[in-house]
Structures are given as structure tokens and as C-alpha cells.
């Protein structure tokens, strides 16, 4: 099929550039306007008692204070005549601002614990009426004006802090640093392509590829938009992967055509056997990645599911691109992509095996294959031994540098004002059916737990008919309470979630239930969602993976071998960024604050970095995959398939690491960690695993690994794809 397919768009090439022109034009048209139609949120299960405990909070409490404003008057105190008549106007400005549902201002309330004890500051906390969405947009419009432009008044000095003042920190500061990132990888990029393919014909290949996905994932990203819940950081995802599959798939195109130039009569016979050998290559390549990313759709997390919305789209724009793009640009370019003198220049510059250097590598480990697998194997245990002392969490101020404005009025509000500052606040909401004394007996046995300081209770809401066989919706409960559990303990601190813990242990009144929200409490459940339901993720990715390369290459034996390299590769790199980002080694050099692991980044940059160990698997299996079924015994098979894919893989993922490494230059420590943990992954995976473990087990296997039961065998002559 994928002959006939080259066969058709080298025939009607002009035509396949037109048609390709015009759909990538109309995609970009569509996704110009994604920005402004996704969010910023998704780190909840919104099927949680957390999350649920919110939406009560929300519709029958008027919600929780999402953003702190902590004013500081230039000049005297918050209680100097001119700063309380500058403080009160800027209180009924924010009061008339779209969304805003209700202020509590220190110059319009007279309480003493909305004021500083040296009287140089004071809140104002502000609370929005619309949902998390519509809260965080409102939150954002009011700190650029007050915070930002400093419009809040003369004297006045405006910092924001809680939720919203810190996700609107975190999304602009990524914003900033995307922009920066991409400010250095593109460029460099296009240089590096530029040198590896000699030439800036055959560079602008890659580049064609990189737009159409990136430009058709936007397009796609839009409209899933518009039904559903889509997370803005799945930008981050389309631009890196996109160009990242382009330079792959582009480059494994382009060494295909040029080799094929120097033996094919004619530019259509070179692009036809592209397509039946690379094309083939794409096929699988592209499977393998998106089946890692779909795992990513089991969890509840919006956020994580929209890495999987994006990433399955670029995956397959881009692959759909390298096998009609690429293959009508090839025709049209012809000589100048692959020409006569260039294929002269490179066999004199290169052995006839391919690149010297994986060759004599591979020959190298083949000799002694248990002296070299064995102490590399070793070393990349020795790696991933941090692993064992690894701590999970979600992000919070810490993750952006100690001179953000809301880290510094996080700190100011521990210090000055401990009741506001979120910290040690356990939200509870009691739905259903008890008498008074039971209520109070149940807000004595939380006051008697250790830690807890305070529990507050807020009044009983009536919300429709009593029936306490569904005590989760109010409106068919009979009553609503809302009691507010205060402690000292950080919200991020272990003795924070015992007492959440020991909270959901205390068995609630009467005839209801009780839902266990606050900080703390979010975290434990979003935590708890992707725990729960990591299993299957991995079993779905091992069992995906195992399928699709047993189609690949009719073994039963290789797909373990992949996924046994993948797991000791990506552990190592697990292993590293523990060391790094939760220990804190090289935090003065990189300029983060050493934090828990962040559990959702953690996941989702261990189903890429999966996704492409077996990409680059695939790249390297195939040309071995043709040798042997030539005959070639092992021994010969391997080095020389090596030495025929090793550059390009190498190639492929220095390109790579120089898109995904830009990130480290980011003042967000999870980005970092991201871009870090995934350059590096590439990378070493690309040398080390592909280039010494994979031909040492290869030769410890044989000829055994090329096994496969004689009726899957058969199974694989019916369902798996012919070799081109």
C-alpha cells in the first residue's frame, strides 16, 4: 500500500503541495484562536471528595477566597487618613469589577486580623462568583491592572497572592519562558539541520512536516476545546513533539531517498521504495508513540488528558505529513535533495556499512557483550536508586523564583497573616441529616486530633428535601454544614496530610457524609487518582508497545527486550531528577527550590520519554530487521544495522534535546524538570541503550531473538504488515 502511496503523490506531486498548502492554511485559520479558549487548570479529580467539597463551598457558602491582595502603603500606615481614603476607593473599584462576588478589606471592616502588627500592610481577599475558569481570567485581568500596572491608587503597592494569584504567576512565567525557550531552539535548529543534511533544501523538509502537525494539532486543540476541557500547557507539548517527530521522520525520509538516489533509475523509483521501506518505519514509529500517549487518557486529570489530545494529534499530523509532504516535496526537489556528486562525496566520506563509528561500537561490544552490558547495566541501576526515597506532590508558589510577587506575599502571609496565608485550612462540608448535638460532638472529637487549633463552623444551609441515601448533591439532602478546620501545619507538610488523613477517619454525624476538602486535601486525591490508576496505564503501555512491535518484527522476543531497555532508561532518568529537583543538587546552579516530586510532569514526561525510546527503537530495529531477513546471521545483522541507523538516530535525537533542553532555561522549576528529564532521557538513550546495551543483548540472544511460536507465526503472516 505504502508503494502505490509513493507511487501516486510522485505523479501527482505538484498537485499533493497545493492540496497540503491550502489544509495547513485553513488549520492555522482555525487554531489562531486556541489561546483564548483553553485553561489553566485540570490538577483535580473532579470526581474527588476535595473537588466536590469545593463545588458545595462555591454554590452554598459563596466559595473560598481565591486571591489575597496584600496592599503596602508607600508612605506611613495602612491607618494614615490618606492611605485609609486610598484603601477604601481601591476596595469599591474592585467591588464593581466584572465577577467579583464579594471583598473583605481591612479599610472597609473593622478587624484587626486583616492587618499586619507593624501596620505596614493589609488584605483585601476577594472572591469571584463564576466557576474556576471564569475566576482565574477575572484574577488575571485584576493583577495586571493593580499588581502589574500599579493602578491601584497613589501610595499604594500591590502584591497578589492565594490560588489564583500564584496559577496566574505560574501561567505567565511559563508563557515567558516558552517564548525564550523557543527563541533559542528554533534557531539553533534550523542551523543544526542545515549542517546534518548539508544543505538548505533538504532542511526545509523537516521544517514543511513540523508546521502542517503543529498548525493541524492547533487546529484539532480548538475544536476540542469547544467540547470539553483542554489544558494551555498542551501548547508546550504540540511545539516540542511537533518539530521534534518532524526532524525524526524528515530525516529518516531524506537518508532513505538520498541512498535509494545513488541505485534507482529514476527521483520516482527513489521516492517509491522511500515510502515502501521508510514509510513503513513511520508507520510503526508513529503507532508506538501515539499508544504510549493515549495511556494518558485513562486519568481523571484534565490536564493529563490533554497531553494526550495534543500529543496523539501531532503524532499522527506529523507522520501523515512525512508520507504525503515529504514524498512530493522529494519528487519536486529530486537532485537538489539527494544529488549525484553529494551520494559521491558521502560514499567516499563513509565506510559502505554506513557511519564507521556505530559500526566499531557495535563490533566492539558484540566481542565481549557481558563485560560491556553488564557494568553499563549496573551503572544505570545505580541511577535510578534515588527512586527509592522519592516523594510525590503537586506544584505550588515554590516552583517559581524566590523574588516572584506571589512567593514573596506567600511568605508575607505566613509571617503577618498565618489565618490567610491557606496554610493548615482542612475544609469540611457536612451534607445530610443530623441534630445539633451530634454536629458538636463530631467538631469536638476533630478539635481533640493533634495539630488542629481552631475548627470553625459556618451556618446549616437548607437545601431541599431530605434524602440521605444521596448525601453528595444538596439539593436532595436535608441540610448543608460547613465546618473549617485550622491547624499550623504548611499545607505541603506531612503532618498536614495525617491530619487530613486522621479527619476522614473521624466518622461524620447522624445520617451524613462528610467531604474532606482544602489544599491538602486536593492533592492527596489527585494523587490518589493517578495512583490508582497507574497500573492499567502501564500495563496498557507495555501491552500496546509489546503488540505493535511483535507486528513490527514477528519476534516475541524483541518487544521484551524493548521494553525492558525502555524501563532500565527511563528509571535512570527518574533516578537522576529525584537526585536533582527533590534532593536539591545543582539548585543554586539551575535556581529552583527543592521540592516533592511533581506527580502529574512526572507521569506525563515518563509516557513520552517512553513513546520515544520506542520510537528510536523502532528506527534502529528496522534496518537490522532487513539485514537479517537477507540472511545475514546476527553477528553481521546488527553491527552493520547499526551503522546504518545509528547517525540518524543520534542525529534525530541531538536535534531533538536541543528543543526539549531549551526548557531548562526556564524560572519554573517543573518545566525545568520536564526539559531536563526528556533531553536527557533522549540522549542516553540514543547512546548508551541503543548503542551498547541493544547489540550486547542481541548478541547474548542470537538467533533466539528472533523467536516466535509457530502459531503466531502465523498469526503474524495474516495481520502483520508485508516488509517493503
Wanted: glycine letters at 10%.
Amino acid at each position: 500500500m505504502l508503494r502505490r502511496l509513493g507511487f501516486l503523490l510522485s505523479r501527482r506531486a505538484r498537485t499533493v503541495l497545493v492540496l497540503a498548502g491550502l489544509l495547513t492554511l485553513v488549520a492555522g485559520g482555525i487554531g489562531s484562536g486556541v489561546f483564548g479558549h483553553l485553561k489553566a487548570g485540570g490538577l483535580q479529580d473532579p470526581a474527588a471528595p476535595s473537588a466536590k467539597a469545593a463545588e458545595l463551598i462555591d454554590k452554598e457558602f459563596g466559595g473560598t477566597t481565591g486571591l489575597v491582595l496584600l496592599v503596602h502603603p508607600r508612605h506611613g500606615t495602612v491607618d494614615s487618613p490618606a492611605v485609609r481614603n486610598t484603601g477604601r476607593n481601591f476596595t469599591d473599584r474592585l467591588a464593581r469589577r466584572p465577577g467579583v462576588d464579594s471583598i473583605v478589606s481591612y479599610w472597609r471592616t473593622p478587624n484587626d486580623t486583616l492587618k499586619a502588627h507593624d501596620g505596614r500592610s493589609a488584605l483585601v481577599l476577594v472572591r469571584f462568583a463564576e466557576n474556576e475558569e471564569a475566576a482565574a481570567r477575572h484574577a488575571g485581568a485584576l493583577i495586571d491592572e493593580y499588581v502589574t500596572n500599579a493602578a491601584a491608587g497613589p501610595g499604594l503597592r500591590v502584591r497578589a497572592g492565594g490560588p489564583l494569584g500564584t496559577n496566574h504567576d505560574i501561567t505567565a512565567q511559563v508563557a515567558k519562558d516558552l517564548a525564550l525557550a523557543e527563541g533559542i531552539a528554533v534557531p539553533t535548529t534550523l542551523l543544526l539541520l542545515i549542517i546534518v543534511f548539508r544543505g538548505l533544501v533538504p532542511a526545509l523538509i523537516p521544517l514543511a512536516i513540523g508546521g502542517a502537525a503543529i498548525l493541524g494539532t492547533l487546529a484539532e486543540l480548538r475544536l476540542l476545546a469547544g467540547v470539553t476541557d483542554v489544558s494551555v500547557f498542551a501548547l508546550n507539548l504540540t511545539t516540542a513533539l511537533g518539530l521534534g517527530l518532524a526532524i525524526d521522520y524528515g530525516l529518516l525520509m531524506v537518508s532513505r531517498f538520498r541512498e535509494q538516489m545513488n541505485s534507482a533509475r529514476s527521483i520516482r523509483e527513489a521516492v517509491v521504495h522511500t515510502m515502501a521501506t521508510a514509510g513503513r518505519t513511520i508507520v510503526f514509529s508513529a503507532a508506538t508513540v501515539i499508544a504510549a500517549l493515549s495511556a494518558l487518557l485513562v486519568f481523571p486529570l484534565y490536564f493529563l488528558r490533554s497531553f494526550a489530545y495534543a500529543g496523539i494529534a501531532v503524532v499522527a499530523t506529523a507522520a501523515l505529513a512525512a508520507l504525503v509532504i515529504a514524498p512530493a516535496l522529494l519528487t519536486v526537489s529530486g537532485h537538489r535533495v539527494g544529488p549525484a556528486d553529494a551520494g559521491t562525496r558521502a560514499r567516499k566520506a563513509r565506510p559502505r556499512n554506513g557511519s564507521s563509528i556505530w559500526y566499531k561500537t557495535a563490533r566492539t561490544v558484540m566481542r565481549r557483550p557481558l563485560t560491556t552490558a553488564l557494568p553499563t547495566a549496573a551503572l544505570l541501576a545505580l541511577a535510578a536508586a534515588p527512586l527509592l526515597g522519592v516523594h510525590f506532590g503537586m506544584p505550588d508558589e515554590r516552583v517559581l523564583p524566590e523574588n516572584s510577587r506571589s512567593r514573596t506575599a506567600a511568605a508575607a502571609l505566613r509571617t503577618d497573616f498565618p489565618g490567610f496565608s491557606g496554610d493548615g485550612t482542612t475544609e469540611i462540608v457536612l451534607t445530610g441529616l443530623a441534630d445539633r448535638r451530634r454536629v458538636a460532638d463530631y467538631r469536638r472529637t476533630l478539635s481533640a486530633l493533634p495539630g488542629v487549633i481552631a475548627v470553625d463552623t459556618a451556618p446549616a444551609r437548607r437545601a431541599g428535601g431530605a434524602t440521605p441515601q444521596c448525601p453528595l448533591h444538596p439539593q436532595q439532602a436535608g441540610e448543608v454544614r460547613r465546618l473549617t478546620v485550622r491547624s499550623g501545619h504548611a499545607s505541603a507538610s506531612a503532618e498536614a496530610r495525617q491530619l487530613v488523613a486522621r479527619i476522614r477517619a473521624v466518622a461524620p454525624p447522624g445520617h451524613t457524609t462528610a467531604l474532606v476538602g482544602g489544599a491538602t486535601a486536593q492533592v492527596m486525591d489527585a494523587e490518589f487518582a493517578i495512583a490508582q490508576r497507574l497500573p492499567f496505564v502501564i500495563a496498557m503501555i507495555a501491552v500496546s508497545t509489546f503488540v505493535l512491535l511483535f507486528l513490527f518484527t514477528g519476534s516475541v522476543i524483541q518487544p521484551l527486550r524493548a521494553l525492558a531497555l525502555n524501563a532500565l532508561g527511563l528509571g535512570a532518568i527518574l533516578g537522576i531528577l529525584v537526585w536533582i529537583f527533590q534532593d536539591g543538587h545543582f539548585s543554586s546552579l539551575l535556581g529552583f527550590t527543592p521540592t516533592p516530586m511533581d506527580t502529574a510532569m512526572t507521569v506525563l514526561m515518563s509516557c513520552i520519554v517512553f513513546g520515544l525510546s520506542t520510537d528510536y527503537e523502532v528506527f534502529v530495529l528496522s534496518r537490522i530487521k532487513e539485514l537479517h531477513d537477507q540472511g545475514l546471521p546476527p553477528a553481521q545483522a546488527v553491527p552493520k544495522g547499526l551503522a546504518r541507523s545509528g547517525a540518524l538516530v543520534s542525529a534525530a535525537a541531538a536535534l531533538l534535546a536541543v528543543s526539549l533542553l531549551a526548557f531548562t532555561t526556564s524560572s519554573v522549576s517543573f518545566m525545568q524538570m520536564f526539559g531536563l528529564g526528556s533531553g536527557l532521557a533522549i540522549l542516553l538513550d540514543a547512546t548508551v541503550v541503543r548503542g551498547v546495551l541493544l547489540p550486547a543483548l542481541l548478541r547474548l540472544l542470537g538467533e533466539l531473538a528472533w523467536y516466535c511460536p509457530h502459531w503466531l507465526r502465523r498469526l503474524h503472516a495474516k495481520c502483520g504488515p508485508a516488509d517493503g
